[in-house]
């Protein structure tokens, strides 16, 4: 998608030289536009962690690219395998939810597994981690064309009035490689002509709504509006939200939705409302392991900091000020489980189905092991 003007992926090998991946360093966003040097795996797993670069598709991705560079810098340790095992075991343990984080790693082990000798290992890695690109890519663009047949659905209904789409956090093209899970309906809509408006939260404590979703929407000329986190159960009571469309950072075999704080609030409100909540995601968010969200799903618990501080940019720098006495107790978890009865439907790059094991079966038959 575009960013000042110009297209932009999230991740990338820098041109002339396959040892360094770049990445948007989404830190610095909305004010600047930073390009950051990724030039090994540490350096990677830092990235990941510290939320230079964030959301399900994209960590997985990045993920990727920390076992490449690993596989390429293997050569300088006595053990290649076992450091190569070690990095696995370190980058899955930068953020917990994201299933695609130990897709995505698990597969570059097994990738590089199959080659013999240095070169072949080397050579495995790279076309491993451009295939998960390549089809991150591909995914989420067929999210857009699956899931736009619900806004055209709405646009209709409303006879070409803007159709009024809520989400949370950033399930943008900035969280995937490009288009976006939740964003890439949207996009298509508004490449369509029918007229969309997005109503974008704040999503605290981390703001990836105002800082990044915001203004991805601006970059892009699609109309929205910016609210804060509790305005949206409002705006459903007046009818102003057509459906909320959201994305998911890992979603089980019976449909349980985890995505950002908030997201089970907000399809509360839906339910209560009678508004249609969608969840978007590629089916490398779907764990196939996992039936119960509650229960099963790890959920990452953040820093405190992030509520006891307000950060502004000043300068080319954040800074914090303090918004709470410094001994307060904090509790921030930075998910939370949707259970498949408040989902409407889930949107996939295969198609659109209920949030339910034998409607997701349906669609990914190849992944049901009881049935192979
Ligand atoms: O903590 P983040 O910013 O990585 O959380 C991201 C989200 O919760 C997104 O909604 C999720 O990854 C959706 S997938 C594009």
């Known amino acids: 998608m575009k960013a000042g003007g110009r297209h932009f992926e999230t991740i990338w090998l820098k041109p002339g030289d396959p040892s360094v991946v770049q990445v948007i360093d989404q830190r610095f966003l909305p004010f600047d536009f930073v390009i950051e040097d990724l030039t090994n795996e540490e350096e990677v797993f830092t990235a990941i962690r510290d939320m230079h670069i964030r959301g399900a598709p994209l960590i997985g991705a990045a993920a990727a690219f920390g076992i490449y560079l690993a596989q390429l810098n293997s050569g300088k340790h006595t053990s290649p395998d076992a450091f190569l095992q070690q990095t696995a075991r370190r980058l899955k343990s930068a953020r917990p939810t994201a299933v695609n984080l130990s897709f995505c790693v698990d597969r570059m082990i097994m990738a590089i597994a199959e080659g013999s000798g240095r070169r072949e290992k080397n050579e495995r890695a790279l076309e491993t ?32 009035e803007p159709v009024n789409i809520l989400t949370h956090c950033n399930a943008g093209w900035l969280a995937c490689i490009d288009y976006g899970t939740a964003t890439a309906p949207i996009y298509k809509a508004h490449e369509m002509g029918i007229p969309v408006h997005v109503w974008v939260d704040e999503t605290r404590p981390r703001n990836q709504g105002s800082r990044l979703t915001a203004w991805e929407m601006a970059e892009n000329g699609v109309p929205y509006t910016l609210i804060a986190d509790n305005t949206g159960g409002h705006l459903m009571q007046k009818g102003l939200v057509d459906m909320v469309l959201v994305g998911s950072d890992r979603t089980t075999i019976r449909g349980d939705v985890a995505n950002k704080i908030g997201t089970y609030l907000k399809a509360l409100a839906a339910h209560d409302n009678g508004v249609p909540f969608y969840a978007a995601m590629p089916s490398s968010s779907i764990d196939w392991s996992v039936e119960d969200g509650l229960s099963e799903i790890p959920i990452e618990e953040r820093g405190g900091d992030e509520l006891l501080y307000l950060e502004t940019y000043t300068g080319g720098k954040w800074v914090r000020t303090p918004v709470a006495r410094s001994d307060t107790p904090v509790y921030n978890a930075g998910f939370d489980i949707t259970p498949a009865r408040l989902v409407t439907a889930l949107i996939t790059e295969r198609g659109i189905c209920k949030a339910e094991k034998s409607a997701i079966f349906d669609l990914f038959h190849d992944k049901n092991t009881k049935l192979l």
């Open 129 to 160: 981690v451009l295939e998960i690109v390549d089809e991150e890519r591909e995914n989420s663009k067929k999210i857009g064309e699956q899931g736009v047949s619900l806004i055209e659905a709405a646009s209709r209904r409303k006879t070409g």
